[in-house]
């Protein structure tokens, strides 16, 4: 290919200085630019994180809707100004500066339990569940659960993960049976 057949060469003095004062290579120091907005909600988001993670109320973590552009914060505890140190994490959030909504959700299981209880099933499923396979999951905010996800193949397999995980009778921990032939997960109830 030959210069003139690249759409980047500028067949002009100077290009490349031009092209560093756009922030292009070859200095590669790209300009950001946001078009969509999101990178401000991002540092809103990223100045209330801390808030509530680090609050006197252990929280259930944050979700964010950028469709209806509401940040639900989740709360261990009621919300409807009966506990102080809630309402005190609650004024401390809308505090801060916000081009969103900003709604709370009391949950039952905080971010931490969840996160521990994932560190412990999930390195040592081979101790509580069958000694095939593996499983695969994770910690879900909106649901405030911990997912399981369980192949819908072989099915004797799936059976035994699925008795194994409801013998745990925890109610902290759900399962999705994934159907691999149609790539859909299936929620059991």
Known sequence: ????????????????????TKGVPPNE???????????????QIDA????VENGPVPDGGLSWDHRTRVLTVRLVGAVDGSEPEVEAVKQA???Q????????????????????????IFPNSHEWGPAEGALAG?????????????GDEPEDLSRAWVAAIERRHDE????????????????QP
């Open 48 to 51: 209330i994180r801390p808030i």
């Open 97 to 120: 500066p916000a081009d969103f909504t900003v709604e709370f959700e009391s949950v039952r299981y905080s971010r931490e339990e969840l996160l521990e209880l994932a560190d412990d």
């Open 1 to 20: 290919m030959s210069n003139t057949d690249d759409p980047n060469f500028a067949p002009y003095p100077g290009r490349y200085e031009m092209a560093r």
């Open 172 to 187: 902290r921990i759900v399962y999705e049976i994934v159907r691999h032939s149609m790539n859909e997960p299936w929620v």
């Open 93 to 95: 959030v809308l505090a």
């Open 138 to 150: 994770l910690w879900d905010t909106l649901r405030n659960r911990i997912v399981v996800l369980v």
């Open 29 to 43: 120091e790209p300009v950001l630019l946001d078009i969509t907005g999101e990178a401000d909600v991002v540092n």
